[in-house]
Antibody
């Protein structure tokens, strides 16, 4: 069973940066994707970004491309989301999630809340 | 761009009754369709994948059907713990992964 634990959320001013982390354990596959999905207060789920297990491919939602960077440190089994030029509309709970290649999301973390406000 | 449309937005059903939730894709996703359940304050949980396969530990009262552009999630006899928000997700044409806007199942 894959376990995911996010951290790094908080209150940040518009235009500033924040880095989220997701510690993963229990991954046995060598081919998988790690995703960030967010959920604004009272809204639905929005996929944000994915990185493949070997780190070669990264994809982003149009809403964050150029501002957010997904990365991973395999030695630490940790996924990151570096968020810059933050906007009020980036306020959301951010979840990390695990999937096989082009597969549904089997496991989710508990989420970390990011609030962008002055 | 792929769009997933769920209906209805809110479904009011009594415990013990049957609930039918719909999800429509703007273009074919074959059977690469998943359903998730989300309760307040919790992360989503995978219920159904490949349109009709229950995920591990999911009760048999949950079933999925459909292919192409039309999909259905059926809960045969609602239990109190089933009242939640349900999302569909296509994983056929991505990125981006695309979620529907959700259906709130209420008592």
């Amino acid at each position: 069973q894959v376990q995911l634990v996010e951290s790094g959320g908080g209150v940040v001013q518009p235009g500033r940066s924040l880095r989220l982390s997701c510690a993963a354990s229990g991954i046995t596959s060598s081919s998988y994707g790690m995703h960030w999905v967010r959920q604004a207060p009272g809204k639905g789920l929005e996929w944000v970004a994915v990185i493949w297990s070997d780190g070669t491919n990264k994809y982003y939602a149009d809403s964050v491309r150029g501002r957010f960077t997904i990365s991973r440190d395999n030695s630490k089994n940790t996924l990151y989301l570096q968020m810059s030029s933050l906007r009020a509309e980036d306020t959301a709970v951010y979840y990390c999630a695990y999937s096989g290649y082009y597969r549904p999301f089997d496991s989710w973390g508990q989420g970390t809340l990011v609030t962008v406000s002055s | 761009e792929m769009v997933m449309t769920q209906s209805p937005a809110t479904l009011s059903v009594s415990p013990g009754e049957r609930a039918t939730l719909s999800c429509r894709a703007s273009q074919s996703v074959t059977t690469n369709l998943a359903w998730y359940q989300q309760k307040p304050g919790q992360a989503p949980r995978l219920l159904i994948y490949d349109a009709s396969t229950r995920a591990s530990g999911i009760p048999a009262r949950f079933s999925g059907s459909g292919s192409g552009t039309e999909f259905t999630l059926t809960i045969s006899s609602l239990q109190s713990e089933d009242f939640a928000v349900y999302y569909c997700q296509q994983y056929n044409n991505w990125p981006p992964d695309t979620f529907g806007q959700g259906t709130k199942l209420e008592i």
